[in-house]
């Protein structure tokens, strides 16, 4: 199981000569999907290289500028660079709107597929699922309409001892069956134990992506011992007041968050301009949550479900 974040953009509102806006790509399995697209987004996955034709997914949180500006020329290269095959597009209402009215006024026309799909505003909901793999946006609390996503991998199908299969003269449909986790019981009473037969199930893992939020309850249930949490930090706690007329979050509460979801570890990124001392964000969120650290570009975390590690570093 491979499953690797790449921090392509960590900045707040522009552009600036440290920090790209927000835009994450996650390789999961060879599945490369993209989280937000600010600014200079397409920079990004070529200095880090992504491959872009090889995206299938892209997740936009909300239609703030600097979340969303980097799309169309993204989709507007993928269409001269030949691409044929279709992209799913998941986010708010208005990401479609958004999207084909750029196209349509600079006239890029892409010859691919675009099928937008618009997230529940309600609860947190699966909008991508395959094998023992899922994606789930989850509504948070911004000015507008905003997403966090959950990454997450549960793993339901065991493998077995392969000493079991010939000592009990295993038929195929028993095998499927303790591979899914029932125990097998015989005509002629006898009945074979998963936990005898099957080797312990693989780890789980699990990566939650805030977007652009105040605190709330929907990010912290939905964050429940993620592996990691990247979670948003706008303003130190001094600007608490500030943070919450804008929906933002200051770096104290991303680190209560964290705390009080249980996370293995905090990534605080959306980082403000004003802070030209990140590391002054940092210790406030160390404070309260000490295995936090701060996103940068070209960061990596390589999460491994086995180990229970998540590898780190920068490129």
């Known amino acids: 199981m491979r499953f690797e974040i790449v921090i392509l953009g960590c900045g707040a509102a522009t552009p600036t000569l440290r920090h790209s806006p927000t835009s994450q790509a996650i390789n999961w399995d060879g599945r490369w999907i993209l989280v937000d697209a600010g600014e200079g987004v397409q920079l990004g996955l070529r200095k880090y290289h992504i491959p872009l034709q090889k995206i299938e997914a892209v997740c ?42 750029v196209l349509e006024s600079t006239e890029t026309y892409v010859r691919y597929p675009l099928n937008f799909h618009v997230n529940s ?144 570890r905090l990534v605080i990124g959306h980082l403000s301009s004003r802070y030209r001392d990140e590391q002054l964000v940092l210790d406030e969120a160390t404070s309260v949550f000490p295995n936090s650290c701060l996103a940068q570009e070209g960061l990596h975390f390589r999460l491994n479900p086995q180990t229970k590690r998540t590898e780190t570093y920068l490129e």
């Open 60 to 101: 936009i949180s909300h239609m703030h500028g600097d979340h969303v500006l980097g799309l169309p020329g993204l989709l507007g290269s993928m269409n001269l660079f030949g691409r044929t095959t279709p992209l799913s597009l998941y986010g708010p209402a208005d990401l479609e709107k958004f999207v084909r009215q």
């Open 121 to 264: 505003g309600d609860a947190c909901s699966p909008i991508l699922e395959w094998r023992d793999c899922k994606v789930e946006s989850v509504p948070v609390r911004h000015r507008i309409p905003a997403f966090g996503y959950v990454f997450e991998y549960n793993p339901t199908v065991r493998n077995i001892h392969k000493e079991v299969i010939l000592k009990k003269k295993l038929q195929r449909s028993e095998i499927l069956r303790l591979k899914s986790g029932k125990d097998v019981t015989r005509k002629s009473g006898q009945t074979i134990l998963v936990k005898d037969a099957c080797l312990p199930p693989k780890s789980s893992l699990k990566y939650v992506f805030s977007g652009d939020t105040a605190p709330c309850d929907e990010l912290i249930d939905a964050s429940k011992y993620a592996d990691v949490l990247y979670h948003e930090a706008t303003f130190m706690d001094i600007l608490k007041e500030t943070a919450k007329k804008t929906g933002h979050t200051t770096a104290l509460q991303a680190g209560n968050i964290a705390r009080e979801a249980e996370v293995s």
